[in-house]
């Protein structure tokens, strides 16, 4: 029988991998569940996820004011103080980035939809004018000043554009996500404390064993993360199917049109798709800060890349094809890394996908979450 | 008057799609709209329910101007419809696209109990499916589907575009059975047909479109016996 590392480890690597792959799948429900409902790659998806990370980090360093190290040893919390605290810290992630998916669809999306939005026409024409005018001036006060003056003017004609309900071409959605993905990221690169260098988070969970299964030591905070995406995912599941906003969430997904007749305010309904993927990327950034004490402003990037790629070999627009996507590139990559070399992860992820693309062109599961019964 | 459509136009894009029409459907009556295709009838049903933007003119329902009204709060004031190509949602199930007709009504549950007793007593066919995805119905089961679903929502006026579209001769005529059956109960119905025939025997009043202007109106047996609506609509 031949040496190799897989061999050695495996269940070792099906733990890791189903722990990175339960992130994965979080994330990737956030793509799913927004592509579902307005035929949309929300590239920005990744930042929110980065976000949520900075919330943990903000919730446990700030607002528990838990220092990185107690008299040179790791803030260790044990029993019921570290129950609530992590749940505390989940919540704040979860806050943040819910809060913030709402905010970029309120801003990056919502005026291309063309309702006539005078908010969004507003925030549209103040960055237009900021951003022409950095062309001209090199000095933010001047800028901001300027921008502010021609608010107004452009906003009426980006109102009077946007009158008649037009809606915008899809690719000015792309490019919208694209460009709300790099500002969110570079101004948390620019503006928080330590600028582009690395964040560590307190460790409060000493990461001992919790069982051993198969030979193999299962760490404790491996557990939580694949234990935690489980529940959020059912939770979600219970939401969209039992609830009544559930029941307009695959109602849009399947005909938007024939839901406004029915009178689902398709507005809410967008928001709430958006709040939903916000709340489930917050949560899978709390874990991942669980598993790695540390973000970064670019954290996002690399991860919603993957988690996107989750969601499109589980059949983009399938809730439970994110789960099946997220699991299996979580182990795909830790299986094959061990084959080839750590180097090859992020190529073995996307041959994987290749090739089951190559296939089943609509991921393994299929449907999207208009036609699946989610 | 229950509804009173006042030189309604209507922008599809950059086309007017309808030129400034005028209607009414009074209460307890079936108006029936006629025309060819691309006269406007569909986007005239749609704006109804407050899914296509007004230019100009005016929607008043019982008096009540809803012309920039949003499309849920229409539902509440008694505006349903069965949609155009039924719009059945495909990935539900019987029995969550008739929930679907109460989303905005809310209600409890007997209230609820009672109206699918109430739909399933006019298309016993839907509860022996009720399970069944909405995409794996027929043609017809569709049709009873979308009008069910719609009256779910206890409608004081029932919108019904095309429902004899695509279905065959003996089915057509059970839904205009139908039809009169939801109108003796009280619903007002505005009915949307290119089977002139049978939407001008149902309805008691009816209005031609043609490229978006009403071109003659009158009650059901007059434009039946007029020359003009008989060669251009009822196949001579």
Known sequence: MPDWLIIRTFWELTVTGLALGSIYALVALGYTLVYGVLRLINFAHSEIFMVGTFGALLASSQFLSIPLLEDGNYPYRTGMTLIIFL?????IAMLFSGIGAVVLERVAYRPLRGNGDAFGAIVLAFLTAFIVSLVFVDQAKINVIIALLATAPISYAYMRFF???????RLAFLISAIGASTAISEAVGVWSKHGRDQYQTPRLLEK???FTMFGTDVRIDYAIVIV???LMMTALTLFVNKTRLGRGVRAVAQ??????????????IIIVTFALGGVMAGGAAMLFTLVYDQTRFNIGFILGVKSFTAAVLGGIGNLKGALLGGLLLGLVENYGSAIFGGQWKDVIAFVVLLVVLMFRPTGLLGE???KARV | MLLEVN???VFYGRIEAIKGISFTVGEGEIVTLIGANGAGKTTTMRT?????TVAQGSIKFEGQDITKMAPHDRVKLGICQAPEGRGIFPGMTVRENLDMGTYVRGGNAAEKAADLEHVFHLFPRLQERITQLGGTLSGGEQQMLAIGRALMSRPRLLLLDEPSMGLAPMLIAQIFEIIKQINSEGISVLLVEQNATQALRTARRGYVLETGHVVKEGSGQLLLDDPAVRAAYLGG
């Open chain 1, 368 to 370: 999207s979450l208009g």
């Open chain 2, 48 to 52: 109804i329910s407050g899914v296509r």
């Open chain 1, 228 to 230: 935690g995406a489980l």
């Open chain 2, 7 to 9: 030189d309604l136009h």
């Open chain 1, 163 to 169: 009158k008649q309900g037009r809606k915008a071409p």
């Open chain 1, 208 to 210: 001992k064993t919790l």
């Open chain 1, 87 to 91: 749940v505390f810290i989940m919540l």
């Open chain 1, 255 to 268: 005909d938007a049109e024939t839901s406004r007749i029915l009178g689902v305010n398709v507005d809410l």
